[in-house]
């Protein structure tokens, strides 16, 4: 059949063509049709996305190294203290960025707090403060023995509130893409505060206005995930520690003073990321004139037509037979003692019948006959009990799967002797049989 199917089929479309070319050539007509091709442009150019690319966040640790007046006394070991970066940014294309952070921690140094300084209490330091804080008593002093006044371990609070302007300069050299390193200097301007440890210092704080520098160096973990190593030095007022100075001899005054830190740390980048390089787009039109006679085309449409309602209707006769050739003479459905309810078994192996039946255009019927075991219960009981078993299956079919009703018998035998190994329990079940 199904080769008889396929030859007439393949006799119909060669028909059909050859009707076709049979066609006479009258009446012209034209096409023009446009082609678009997309190039890159400039590997160094890209094109910048919306408000919401390119987002990153980050957070690091590490140390501040402070640079005051007098802390070149001390080892370089003892002037190194905590520090923390919390950060947010964006990068508005491949070359340039910029960020918000948060820059806090302390400051370890050496101080002169009996020479009476002023603060920003506008008062002196307060004399009674002496102490035994001699920085003679803790590692790292080089005192000479000379020093008129005595020099005090300092130890303040310090944050700052920064914006950096940043360049990924491996980008700006090299052009974009995915490096595993990448080189980026920053600048910004900061807004920073100190104040003491109150059970240490004379208590004073101070905010002032910062500059700073840096060098990020970020290493790719992910497409979302970078570990960055930050550089940065920053630049304060002479005061911002709270202690003003000259140098020795009556000396010009300090001007500035500045700290370094150094962190390490991890960033998140936000979706959507990466950048998607420049295209230039070239647009080519292409014309075609067709000759065509109307009258021999329509007659050869219309044919073709014909030939695909032909062949829809062959398939389906295919389709049919197949799924018919699907269709078990006979299920068997087993239930629980006393029980019309279906298993998950059961419902499974109906479910899988009521595709095919679905799928079966012809009239097919199955015979749905219910049995109970005749050795428990009366015979009243187990008339009523395999009417409810195959009613059980019934209603799963027709109202749970759509299976058509005329598709269906129900009947209910009762209780039976053994019908399958010698085993009565085998009894307690609905057996569907094809009754085509």
Known sequence: MKKLVRFFVSAALLFGAAYVAMAQEANVSEKTEKEVSEDVENPRRFEVGSFRDNWFIGIGGGVNFYMGEHD????????????????????????????????????????????????????????????????????????????????????????????????????????????????IPYAGIALG???????????????RVNGMVGLL?????????DLNVDFRGVLVPEDFEGEGGSRPNAGEVYESEGYLTATIGVAYKFNPRGWSASKSRTIYETQTVTVVDEEALNAALARNKALEEELANAKAQIRTEVVESLLSPEIYIRFSFNKSDLTAEARVALANLAKILNAVDSKVVYRIAGYADQQTGSAESNLKLSQARAQSVYDFLVKQQGVAPEKLIVEGVGGVDTMFLNDSRLSRAAILTLQK
């Open 193 to 207: 505060r100190t104040y003491s440890h109150l059970d240490i210092e004379n208590p004073y704080a101070n905010t």
């Open 217 to 225: 160096n970020t290493f790719r973990l992910g497409d979302a995930l």
């Open 72 to 183: 070149r006394q001390m080892k370089f070991i003892n002037r190194l203290a905590p520090a923390m970066d919390v950060y947010a940014g964006k990068w508005f294309t491949p070359v340039f960025g910029f960020r918000f952070a948060y820059s806090g921690g302390d400051a370890y140094g050496a101080s002169n707090l009996v020479s009476g300084l002023i603060n920003t209490t506008n008062g002196p330091v307060k004399n009674d403060y002496l102490t035994n804080n001699f920085l003679d008593a803790n590692p790292g002093y080089k005192g000479d023995g000379l020093d008129h006044h005595p020099l005090y371990w300092q130890k303040f609070h310090l944050w700052n509130i920064h914006a950096d302007f940043m360049v990924n300069l491996m980008n700006l050299i090299g052009g974009y893409k995915e490096r595993v390193y990448s080189l």
